[in-house]
């Protein structure tokens, strides 16, 4: 979002992640088997609105229920994917007396609220046996995520006679699918998954032993420890966040790497030659497996988001593709000019065309790419899920920026790609909110406008419009008022005279 690239910052502490255990839930069908998924809920702050599987954080009590076959940390991991696999999805995978679904579902309701997991074991005589979940790999989340956990993934065979169900919270939906219709949806783009989710699909689709299907599931491709090099959240959208000096609490830009075969690389941004080869190294292993770079995509010019384009382009030998508006402020020669309403189409195994849309506002070049077939959209600065999105004049324009922000809801968007935070899987809900909160803040400013006898400056303005948030933030929000109000004056809603304001 910087227009200056004032040299990396030093990368922000790691949190450490948190224990988690993780279950892939599976049962036998007439040919292959059928895997147990769930629809995480839109609003939880990690991979929300995603697919996944049973699973969830280890918690200290799940340290005090006994194991059979186990001990210590080992047999804690145990014991949460079994109380995560109860309480998500109602089985029970404990060995003793058999019982009612009736029954198990009371019990469900009483762990759930509050009753304690191991206390319900004891009481019925039951107890978790450590042959019953088999290691299926670890998977650690990627340092620049705000929530990270340290996930063991369990392969575990669905206990016979007892039904699986989703009850409503964190959880929007859940329901038994053959892995081979769980990757059609992926391919899609109607069910994001992350890498462990992914690769645990590939493995059950060809699902001939439990055996067979364990050393596959804990043998993942592109790791380095435990840390997935590919995230590819639905086929043909690869994203690879890079270090970048950005506005903060950002601290990456998402490069993404776009197609099946025929490739486009968007916003490369780390000014730093060791960052960008964390994208060439995910190119060149994508050409290992027969694809081919066509291009890099520049979605504007500022520093966080054209930073490595030299670097890259020299590396793959690629040309360099932007709007006219960014190409006369790139850092290198831009051969190909973009321009609205046309489709840059990749073929392979899933041929992908890809919309140019023109969204001004942020930066006048502005350019978001979405794909015909998904709706997905990468939409660089349009919106970021972690930090703000700054509209400085005079180039920045609140009222063209919010007009496309509008056009991008009203396609409607699928799933949105930022170049800063988290994806999500569901572009309009965020567009919807977004705009809401443009206009409370607009509103704020008007209010606090009227709120004072004379016309008066920004100095005074911004602390009043932004009592919100923290003093520190007011140097940015002092460029977003300056937008705000020049969008006021062109609506005759507020009169300027001499760096001074008033409500008109
Ligand atoms: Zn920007």
New binding site residues.
């Given amino acids: 979002?910087s227009e200056a690239i004032a040299g990396l910052p030093p990368p922000p502490p790691a949190k450490p992640p948190r224990e988690a255990s993780a279950v892939i839930v599976f049962r036998r069908a007439s040919d292959g088997v059928e895997v147990f998924w769930l629809e995480r809920e839109q609003r939880l702050s990690f991979a929300g609105g995603f697919f996944a599987f049973p699973g969830g954080k280890v918690d200290a009590a799940d340290a005090q229920v006994p194991v059979e076959g186990a001990t210590g940390l080992e047999a804690q991991r145990l014991v949460t994917a079994a109380r995560e696999l109860f309480e998500e999805t109602g089985l029970l995978l404990a060995r003793g007396p058999s019982m009612s679904q009736p029954t198990l579902d009371g019990l469900r309701t009483r762990v759930l609220t509050g009753g304690g997991f191991g206390a319900m074991l004891e009481a019925h005589g039951l107890v978790v046996h450590a042959a019953d979940f088999v290691e299926a790999g670890r998977w650690v989340t990627p340092p620049y995520l705000q929530h990270r956990f340290d996930a063991r993934f369990f392969l575990a065979e669905a206990p016979a006679g007892q039904q699986a169900s989703v009850w409503p919270g964190e959880l929007t939906s859940g329901e038994w699918v053959r892995p081979e219709a769980a990757l059609e949806r992926w391919a899609a783009g109607t069910a994001l998954l992350h890498p462990p989710n992914l690769h645990a699909l590939r493995v059950m689709s060809r699902f001939s032993s439990v055996a067979a299907a364990a050393a596959e599931l804990s043998a993942p491709p592109f790791c380095d420890d435990f840390i997935a090099r590919h995230l590819e959240f639905q086929r043909g959208v690869h994203v690879v966040p890079l270090l970048t000096p950005t506005l903060p609490p950002a601290t990456h830009t998402n490069a993404y790497v776009l197609g099946t075969k025929e490739l486009l690389l968007v916003d490369p941004g780390a000014p730093d030659d060791a960052e960008c080869e964390k994208l060439v190294t995910v190119v060149r292993e994508l050409m290992a497996e027969g694809c081919a770079p066509q291009a890099i995509v520049l979605t504007?010019h500022?520093g966080?988001?054209v930073g490595g384009v030299k670097y890259l382009s020299a590396q793959l030998g690629l040309p360099v593709w932007a709007h006219a508006l960014t190409a006369d402020r790139a850092p290198v020669p831009v051969s190909r000019l973009l321009n609205d309403g046309e489709v840059l189409a990749l073929d392979g195994p899933l041929p992908m065309r890809w919309r140019v849309l023109h969204t001004p506002g942020?930066?006048s070049g502005h350019l978001c790419l979405v794909d015909e077939r998904s709706s997905a959209g990468i939409v660089?600065?349009m919106v970021s899920t972690v930090s703000t999105i700054v509209i400085d004049p005079p180039e920045g324009d609140m009222a063209v920026y919010l007009r496309q922000l509008e056009r991008l809801r009203e396609l409607p968007l699928g799933a949105l790609y930022p170049?800063h935070g988290p994806v999500l899987a569901h572009g309009v809900a965020r567009l919807e909110e977004y705009l809401t909160h443009r206009a409370w803040r607009e509103a704020k400013v008007l209010e606090a406008l009227g709120s004072f006898a004379l016309p008066v400056g920004l100095d005074a303005l911004v602390p009043r419009a932004y009592d919100d948030v923290g003093a520190f933030i007011w140097p940015i929000a002092e460029r977003n008022t300056v937008a705000i109000l020049a969008k006021l004056v062109a609506e005759h809603r507020v009169i300027g005279l001499e760096g001074k304001y008033r409500v008109a």
């Fill in positions: 979002m504007h500022h966080d988001h942020h930066a660089g600065d170049a």
